[in-house]
């Protein structure tokens, strides 16, 4: 069982340029949502989507697009790189709810130089 | 909204010594609340959680206790060891219709323990 998957682990960018951060998960869950990780920031919700075909804009949704056209996957596409988005992205997964555990991945350190 | 709050570190503590991690939450509503720990390179795990007041999570040792009247949320264990090194985050799911589901995070606390 493979849980949360994300690619690519690292990646170095160049002001300006676009990429797209896969996350995938096999747990049929509902529920998928993207964070960044910054020093002394905790995690702070950039997108999420409670199912196929719908998505919200969390705290920090700027510079970023999603989309969810099947359960598994959820990519987040950074539209054109800037050094304020040198973070580290988190994709998690979770049944809805509100009680369920949320799974993440092993997350992606993006630098933008 | 909703929020969390976490005593920052960071906390350095020696082998066997006892931990305490304080959490206090604002929401509206009861909302299910989790500790999760993140080690070295790694994505965060889910350590304990409490879905309703007093349920008491517990797992390797931590535990922390759904405290509706104080709203808190306290991370505690009796003997901390060298593996337990890593950063801690209080977390809260929203039961509200508007955002149920969506996790409120707090900023996370760094834990060094030393043999």
């Known amino acids: 069982n493979a849980g949360v998957t994300q690619t690519p682990k690292f990646q170095v960018l160049k002001t300006g340029q676009s990429m797209t951060l896969q996350c995938a998960q096999d747990m049929n869950h509902e529920y998928m949502s993207w964070y960044r990780q910054d020093p002394g920031m905790g995690l702070r919700l950039i997108h999420y989507s409670v199912g196929a075909g719908i998505t919200d804009q969390g705290e920090v949704p700027n510079g970023y697009n999603v989309s969810r056209s099947t359960t598994e996957d959820f990519p987040l596409r950074l539209l054109s790189a800037a050094p304020s988005q040198t973070s580290v992205y988190f994709c998690?997964?979770?049944?809805?709810?509100?009680?369920?555990?949320?799974?993440f991945g092993q997350g992606t350190r993006l630098t933008v130089v | 909204g909703d929020s969390v709050t976490q005593m920052e570190g960071p906390v350095t503590l020696s082998e066997e010594a006892f931990l305490t991690i304080n959490c206090t939450y604002t929401a509206t509503g009861y909302p299910s609340l989790f500790w999760y720990v993140q080690y070295p390179g790694e994505g965060l795990q889910l350590l304990l959680k409490a879905t309703k007041a007093d349920d008491k999570g517990s797992n390797k040792g931590f535990e922390a206790t759904y405290r509706k009247e104080t709203t808190s949320f306290h991370l505690e264990k009796g003997s901390v060891q060298v593996s337990d090194s890593a950063v801690y985050f209080c977390a809260l799911s929203s039961k509200r219709g508007s955002t149920l589901g969506r996790l409120y995070f707090g900023r996370g606390t760094q834990l060094t323990v030393w043999p």
């Open positions: 998690a997964s979770s049944y809805s709810g509100g009680s369920s555990e949320a799974f």
